[in-house]
């Protein structure tokens, strides 16, 4: 790429000055912009999201910057970073791919346009179409579907109707005559045709999908699962006094599961609860009785504590992305139920186990990453327990999973209990204890 240094230098200050302008007026995206990185390059006909050795980023080539404003500017910044928090290049590769990014254009757009008080200037590119579509055939605002859930409702590109596997919004276009399914085809390939740009899905960006979810997509996955609730619970405590822009509706919906923990802790972990009393103490003396010649007790209050609980996490390749946020909801309502008494560890594991980490508070569980993505093993759990635990005072196991795997030997608990949390009805396990949450798809 033969470009000059000056321009270089321009492209790069108007990318930062981007960056900081949306953490004034619209946080949620600039802070979610700070954990990506930018790079300019010919090899993209516009825009893309990328990854490297370094990290994750948002390439842009020069030519295309030229013909945008800098209001476009933070449009597409917000377009791309929502792809890559939402992870739609390891989610498509199920589907057709232009149907698919057609999908996952509508979503982003969607919820860029709600976060921005519906104006659509917010999600204007002049060159490329003026109003970017955010509506879904139906007429209803693409931030009300997940990409998977509006695949279904697109017609084909190519004429051909093909339905995504799993999805439930597959049958509410079924009743529709065949005449309005043709006009949608017609509709759609018109649209495909007036888009510039060379982006999969006709649109002007590339978010290809990935031909195989790796295990370092269901790592990320999880991460940012926890930047977005992180960023989101930081603008809605923000936004309250200044009024500028609000947190999109995927991620308020997030943050409404993560404050709603279905599980009674209080109830489940009452066996393990233990009250720290000291009935009366000298020390300091009742002061109501200064001027007495006798000292009496102080009578203090009981103080409660759970002792020490070992928290795991699914985090195998059949757990999504709202399996593992009802699982954060549960552990962190635990924590809140106990307001910050509760002890023990944090872990993830699938096929091989994350150390777990200690945790006393919902501080520095907010610091504790997940890891995973691989098939499901129970048993490395006890052996992780007998090899590395032993002496912890461990008072309960809780595992929180989908259950498809094979169930360990009870005696590999070593006496220690253990409940099972499954976010399903189907899965009944062998021993132990068991609750059931239920996670919306």
């Given amino acids: 790429m033969d470009v000059p240094a000056d321009k270089m230098r321009e492209y790069t200050r108007r990318i930062l000055l981007a ?58 910044m917000e377009h791309e970073v929502l792809h890559l928090a939402l992870r739609h290049f390891s989610r498509g590769e199920a589907y057709e791919p232009e149907r698919f990014n057609i999908a996952c254009d509508i979503v982003v757009n969607s919820n860029i346009l709600q976060s921005n008080g519906m104006d659509e200037r917010s999600i204007t590119l002049r060159n490329f179409g003026g109003v ?3 509506q879904a055939p139906n007429g209803r605002e693409g931030y009300e579907f ?35 399914k043709d006009d949608d085809v017609k509709q759609e390939k018109g649209r495909a ?19 195989v979810e790796t295990e370092e997509d269901s790592i990320m996955r999880a991460v940012w699962v926890q930047r977005i609730v992180n960023a989101a619970e930081v603008i809605e405590i923000r936004e309250k006094s200044n009024g500028r822009g609000t947190v999109p509706a995927f991620a308020a919906r997030m943050l409404r599961e993560l404050r709603r923990p279905q599980t009674d802790w209080r109830t489940i972990l009452n066996d393990f609860i233990q009250e720290e009393i000291c009935d009366y103490s000298f020390s300091p003396p009742d002061r109501r009785f200064d001027e007495s010649s006798f000292f009496l007790p102080d009578f203090n209050e009981k103080e409660e504590t759970v002792r020490k609980i070992l928290f795991m996490i699914d985090t195998s390749g059949s757990m999504n992305d709202a399996m593992i946020t009802a ?13 910050g008494k509760l002890r023990g560890w944090l872990g993830f594991f699938d096929a091989a186990i994350i150390e777990p980490k200690p945790f006393s508070s919902v501080e520095e569980f907010r610091v504790i990453r ?48 253990v409940l ?15 609750a059931r949450i239920t996670v919306d798809d």
């Fill in 146 to 180: 997940t990409a998977e859930e509006l695949y279904d409702l697109i017609p084909d590109p190519n004429g051909d109707p093909i339905k995504g596997p799993g999805s439930k919004a597959s049958g509410q276009s079924s009743s529709r005559s065949d005449k309005s």
């Fill in 420 to 434: 099972w949390l499954l976010n399903n009805e189907e899965v009944d396990p062998p021993w132990g204890k068991v």
């Fill in 193 to 211: 045709q007036k888009k510039k740009g060379g982006g999969s899905g006709g649109g002007w960006d590339e978010h290809a999908a990935s031909s």
């Fill in 19 to 76: 960056r900081m302008e949306l953490l004034l007026k619209n946080g949620f995206y600039g802070l979610l912009l700070m954990h990506v990185g930018f790079a300019l390059t010919d090899a993209v006909e516009n825009a893309c999201t990328a990854r490297d050795k370094n990290g994750e980023k948002i390439c842009f080539n020069p030519a295309f910057l030229e013909g945008i404003s800098d209001s476009e500017l933070l449009y597409a």
């Fill in 132 to 134: 970017q579509r955010h």
């Fill in 327 to 339: 699982a954060f909801s549960e552990v962190k309502g635990a924590i809140d139920q106990f307001n």
């Fill in 370 to 417: 997940p890891a995973g993505g691989g098939g499901t093993d129970f048993q490395i759990i006890f052996e992780y327990v007998a090899q590395h635990m032993q002496g912890k005072q461990l008072a309960s196991i809780v595992i929180l999973t989908d259950g498809f795997a094979p169930f360990p030997k009870e005696h590999l608990a070593m006496g220690i209990p």
